[in-house]
């Protein structure tokens, strides 16, 4: 795939006028579908370039945080993983669809704050449009979550017997303050750490946000102001809850040099699920980058979102560890392959 091929991406108004009109070149399809409240979602949907007949999908769920549907964007280091993954899933004899959560992208929101429920909703009626396409028809699908869309993915699974396999990337199997104030322990301080921890408690528990000069400048890019809605209820998850109810094979992908998801969340989320659950322990990061050595952080500014992604300090950008990418997308070649019917 080539980003070049999509000749024109949906940005509210297809070629004809209509916010949900096509366009696609050489299987990459500008889409648009309806989400949460009637919300348009902007997204593309990916069919391999020889297709016989339908094929399984897959849907890729983005995370919470600055992405659209290729991944992370970010000034100094964006971070393409979704469409990455999709080329090399579409290669595999895959449809996928990736989208741009609402309030970034060609998803844009006017006026009101995305809510952790709409995401999720979002989410599910993604994978309703996946099923729905003529280019999967009758065909499996399954459903990719990565970090904080991890949960997600889980929900959607939990509750779309359709969904046939679940990869989740560097997803957290505990409640996410905890491997997010681990995180902020060891990259900043045992004090940052303490800090997110009483946050996010009053939050969960019904309060607002400190104002923005009572909270750490590490942790103001997570806490942002004015998202209790988005933030309280995706600090409320418990992923064990629907991890516990998926019937599906579930690949956990946890990178052994993280500072926040680790091994124990994996498996956690296998322990839930039961023995169709694999846990893949990785070397590299939590996009599936391979660290290299000597690359000092990015100092980070408060408020200047090109010097971290959500908190993290930037590195300079880093190889794709294609070889644990390969075995994710052959992990869900051969789960798909194995449905009968």
């Not at 069919?47 to 549907?69: E, K, N, Y």
């Not at 996410?176 to 009483?198: H, M």
């Not at 124990?264 to 322990?281: C, F, K, Q, T, W």
Request: with cysteine.
């Amino acid at each position: 795939m080539n980003v070049a091929l999509v000749a024109t991406a949906c940005s509210g108004s297809g070629s004809n006028g209509d916010p949900l009109a096509e366009v696609g070149v050489d299987g990459q399809i500008s889409v648009a579908f309806k989400g949460a409240g009637g919300f348009n979602l902007a997204g593309t949907l990916s069919v391999p370039q020889s297709p016989s007949g339908t094929a399984p999908g897959v849907l890729i769920v983005p995370t919470v945080g600055p992405v659209d549907r290729d991944g992370v964007q970010n000034e100094t280091m964006p971070d393409l993983l979704y469409k990455e993954l999709a080329q090399k899933l579409n290669a595999a004899g895959m449809v996928t669809l990736r989208y741009d959560r609402r309030g970034y992208g060609q998803s844009t929101l006017s006026g009101k704050k995305a809510t952790y429920d709409d995401i999720v909703t979002d989410a599910q009626d993604a994978m309703k449009f996946l099923m729905g396409r003529k280019e999967v028809g009758k065909s499996p699908v399954a459903v990719v979550g990565h970090d904080v869309s991890g949960p997600i993915a889980l929900h959607v699974a939990a509750n779309e017997p359709r969904v046939k396999s679940v990869v989740l990337v560097s997803s957290p199997g505990r409640p996410l303050v905890e491997p997010l104030a681990e995180s902020f322990g060891t990259v900043y301080n045992a004090g940052s750490a303490a800090k997110l921890r009483t946050i996010v408690s009053g939050l969960v528990a019904g309060g607002k946000l400190p104002g923005v000069t009572e909270i750490p400048p590490e942790q103001q890019p997570v806490l942002g102001q004015g998202e209790e809605g988005l933030l309280r209820g995706m600090f409320s998850v418990d992923p064990l809850t629907d991890a516990a109810k998926v019937k599906a094979p579930v690949l956990a992908v946890v990178s052994s040099v993280s500072t926040g998801v680790k091994r124990i969340d994996g498996d956690l989320i296998a322990r839930a699920v039961g023995p169709m659950a694999e846990v893949m322990e990785v070397k590299s990061g939590p996009t599936l980058r391979v660290p290299l050595p000597d690359r000092p952080p990015v100092e980070f500014q408060a408020g200047n979102d090109s010097s971290h992604v959500f908190g993290a300090r930037v590195v300079d950008p880093e190889p794709r560890d294609q070889a644990s990418m390969d075995k994710v997308v052959q992990w869900l070649a051969t789960k798909l392959a194995a449905v009968k019917g």
